[in-house]
């Protein structure tokens, strides 16, 4: 890095952050957008963005520093809550006005230094945009400079500011099998609060949310979107503060006591994850699926396909055996599955989720000649082999427990609450993080296993060690026993489950390479589901599996086909229900769904991905293969239409001069095929030949349907 001055830009992947200041005070953000000309005039740019002083107020204008301090008159959420007790035991140093003291630019990224000598800190603020893909990374970090403990209460990475002539605020809450549901609300004159205490991402919150514009859509207006990119607990605030400022922050949500920073100490924030467009929420979301593709995901192997899963969860639950894994690992083969994955059940005293957790062993009841022959059995299939794991929890029914119950998080004088029948290991104790890695490490080197569904099925409850809160330690341990593993297993694969979708966010997926998306293998529900997380994350990291009829967790009755071909364009395709009890037709319907995503996978988990703006009670989606020559769109219908035709649908993505050919694919399942006479060109053998401009403005019609079904349209671009 060379020394900088204010103003300054950052650029990168066509995204230009514009930071300014009023003498050594912290910089605020003048613009973030669209690449600026390189001979903007940016002091001009902050000028013309200066607050008057305001009625009422302090006699000098707000400047809204990308690190809110109450010392400079932000009567908003400030970026720092900390304080430091005197030997009287009066606080101290809870007050800041920090000073910059150096900058360290690159041209895509910047380190801004600061100090309060008065509070005895430091600071240093973090800035960088990737050339792929534009999306800023920000962070903060906070230096102890005095003789005695800080007491950090919250630290928050960066403000983003926001337009203050916003619309939206969108954000994501659920629940358990619900997950991903979208809230949009007029953006508030105060603040909206996010957060989790559930010592993860959480069912309940995602730490994301979207600013919109009056006019945005998927294809139009201006958006910006933000993500906190930690696996633990959270908050975000998005915040209007006095004079008209808008911005967003986020942090950690530390436990009463949980950060003390000692003398000579810091404390740092994770990652800040912020990507805007002015050509709607579609381009926000490339920018983050571009980051995810190329500066997050760690694959083994890039450039192979992600394989086929069959899991046998919904097929048996617990009741695993030999003879019953094998005869599920022929029928999964046959229909053309390329991994097969023994999920919960096969150590000791596992015949349901009230015991065993911890005691990582092979269960010899179930396996009386280990693990060998099942997955010699399953590689001659011609499969990779993967294994569910809970490391991370214990049963108090297990003999780890039994012999280490100091090793459960706790707090001394009040009984712990179980979940789910157990309790949560402390993996930020070494000792437990040590038996953790020999444990699964001596199942990994003994057998060729290739993924590992590493699943977290319960919230953390009073999150204690020796009597103080230690949930913030939880995630770096969890992250670093991951690395460890990978290390030593580098071809072994990991998912990120937590009983479904609790634990989905950058943080995890740069240790990890597969999300579970929930537990609710309802396709009617997924496909819900995997829009709104696609905001964020690209289809290729979410499982999306074949489950049974009816689903074990809605009761909807849904016809394979629709189960079958939802998988196939969902995500990474998988299997979760017993084969052997299908009918013929169900089978060859899996089979031939399952061979169509193969054809198409190089596309859906590689191409750019359009959420398609259609009438309801259709929802549809197109990913355009990288080289712009194919393409795969995808229209659901949820419930019966209101009207007597089948509704004008709209594609995007595509170049308006091309001409493309257009048809309903020969693989659309029967109960998407049109059971009403209709003329559509889409359906003959040279299919609809139109420019992508006419296919992005005019459209064409879809046939009328039933309620849960599908149509799977293929394209390619013609002379």
């Avoid at 026993?481 to 937590?498: F, K």
Wanted: charged share 20%; with cysteine.
């Amino acid at each position: 890095m060379t020394p900088a001055r204010f103003p300054l830009r950052i650029d990168g992947g066509g995204t230009t952050l514009v930071l300014a200041a009023a003498g050594a005070e912290l910089p605020f953000i003048t613009y973030l957008g669209p690449s600026l000309p390189r001979e903007e005039d940016l002091a001009g740019l902050a000028a013309a963005q200066a607050f008057p002083v305001a009625h009422a107020g302090p006699d000098a204008p707000y400047r809204p520093s990308v690190f809110p301090e109450a010392g400079r008159a932000h009567m908003g959420t400030p970026a720092l809550e900390a304080f430091s007790l005197a030997a009287d035991g009066t606080s101290r140093r809870w007050v800041t006005r920090f000073q910059v003291t150096g900058i360290d630019w690159t041209g895509s990224s910047a380190s801004i230094s600061a100090e309060d000598g008065p509070a005895a800190l430091g600071l240093v603020l973090r800035f960088s945009l990737a050339s792929g893909t534009g999306v800023l990374r920000a962070s903060s970090r906070i230096d102890n400079r005095g003789d005695r403990p800080l007491v950090v209460n919250w630290l928050a990475a960066p403000a983003i500011p926001v337009p203050r002539d916003d619309a939206t605020l969108v954000s994501w809450a659920g629940r358990w099998c619900a997950e991903f549901q979208r809230e949009a609300l007029s953006w508030p004159r105060g603040g909206r609060l996010l957060e989790s205490r559930a010592g993860r991402t959480s069912h309940e919150a995602f730490p994301g949310l979207l600013s919109l514009a009056a006019d945005a859509g998927e294809t139009r207006g201006r958006a910006l979107g933000v993500h906190f990119g930690w696996s633990g607990n959270w908050r975000m605030v998005a915040e209007e503060v006095p004079p008209g400022h808008r911005h967003i922050l986020a942090g950690v949500l530390h436990l009463p006591g949980e950060a003390v920073v000692p003398p000579g100490g810091h404390l740092e924030t994770p990652t800040l994850f912020a990507a805007v467009s002015e050509q709607g929420i579609g381009a926000t979301s490339h920018a983050f699926h571009a980051e995810v593709r190329r500066e997050i995901l760690r694959m083994p192997s890039p450039d192979a396909p992600r394989p086929v899963h069959f899991n046998s969860w919904e097929a048996v639950y617990f009741d695993l055996s030999v003879p019953v894994l094998k005869e599920l690992a022929d029928a999964a083969a046959a229909v053309g599955a390329e991994r097969f994955v023994v999920d919960d059940g096969w150590f000791p005293g596992r015949r349901n989720d009230h015991a065993g957790l911890g005691d990582w062993e092979i269960d010899r009841a179930k396996f009386p000649d280990g693990l060998g022959p099942l997955v010699d059995h399953v590689r001659a299939l011609g499969m990779g082999f993967g294994l569910w794991v809970e490391p991370e929890m214990v049963n108090p029914d297990s003999d780890l427990y039994r012999a280490h119950p100091d090793w459960a998080l706790q707090v001394p004088g009040h009984a712990q609450e179980t979940a789910r029948h157990q309790l949560v290991l402390d993996i930020a104790n070494p000792a437990v993080a040590e038996y953790l890695f020999e444990r699964l490490d001596a199942i990994l080197s003994a057998h060729p296993i290739d993924y590992l569904k590493w699943d977290m099925n319960r919230v953390l409850l009073m999150p204690g060690r020796d009597g103080r809160p230690v949930a913030a330690e939880q995630p770096p341990a969890l992250y670093e026993l991951l690395d460890r593993l990978r290390a030593r297993h580098p071809g072994t694969e990991v998912e990120s489950c937590s009983s479904g979708g609790g634990r989905i966010d950058f943080g995890v997926l740069a240790h990890t390479q597969r999300f579970w998306l929930s537990d609710n293998n309802d396709a009617h529900d997924r496909w819900r589901m995997n829009r709104e997380a696609s905001v964020f994350f690209p289809p290729e990291v979410f499982g999306h599996h074949v489950g049974p009829a009816p689903c074990h967790t809605s009761g909807r009755r849904l016809d394979m086909g629709f189960r079958a071909y939802s998988a196939a364009v969902g995500g990474h395709m998988g299997l979760e229900l017993d084969l052997r009890a299908l009918t013929a037709e169900e089978t060859a319907t899996v089979r031939a769904a399952i061979a169509f995503h193969k054809r198409w996978r190089d596309v859906l988990h590689a191409g750019r991905f359009h959420r398609l703006e259609t009438e309801a009670p259709v929802t549809g989606q197109l990913t355009l293969a990288a080289d712009g020559r194919r393409f795969l769109a995808a229209f659901m219908q949820s419930d019966t239409q209101g009207r007597g035709s089948g509704p004008v649908v709209r594609l995007a993505g595509l170049e308006p001069s091309a001409r493309y050919r257009l048809r309903i694919s020969a693989d659309t399942p029967p109960g998407g095929r049109p059971h009403r006479g209709v003329a559509s060109p889409l359906l003959g053998p040279d299919g609809l030949v139109a420019s992508g401009r006419a296919l992005m403005s005019a459209g064409f019609r879809l046939p009328t349907g039933w309620p849960d079904r599908i149509w799977i349209l293929e394209g390619e671009t013609v002379a």
